[in-house]
């Protein structure tokens, strides 16, 4: 059996190293990824994603600061051990494991609201998470975050569920001896019902 001719070994060893360069100009089919969300977020800095409630419009996160907006459809109040209240808008500072400068959300604790001013986990394998309400850290199972919470639309003049104005009886004495109560707003943070603007980060 003769040997092949030397111009037909060429030809085909030039269509072999056409076929390679054009196999490598050619564009590797994009893989998509599904767009992040606030809840992604959550999870890279070992938060739980139920920290924030179903119904979230749109969000901004700075990634050198850390920090975040989002925006809800509404003012909403969601039931884990306590109810906590959502406003339109919930702000703070990201970091791994915790929440800081947190505002637009609130816990109740005994008929009365507190602003949530951080969360944190400090160990994750203890299956604990803190909520800083000022006066004390609320300790609570993590289990009870691990999917975002359906949240309940609420009527901001409803005091029931409006942080910013609970009233509370005080007895006072007017000068000429006669007895009078007096309603004193106590604030106790944020306000239910102020929609601020979202802004995307430049």
Known sequence: MGSLPKSLISETWVLILCVVVVALLLPLPASRSPSSSIYDHLRKQ???IGLLPKGITDYSLNGTTGEFRVLLEQPCHAKFENQVLYDFNVSGFLSFGRIANLSGVSAQELFLWFPVKGIRVDVPSSGLIYFDVGVVDKQFSLSLFESPPDCTAVDPSDPNFNPA??????????????????????????????????????
Do not use: K
């Open 46 to 48: 070992g938060l739980p």
């Open 165 to 202: 104005v609970q009233d509370t009886n005080h007895y006072s004495s007017s000068p000429s001896g006669s007895s009078s109560f007096e309603n004193e707003s106590l604030n106790l943070g944020y306000g239910v019902g102020r929609r601020s603007e979202l802004r995307a980060d430049s």
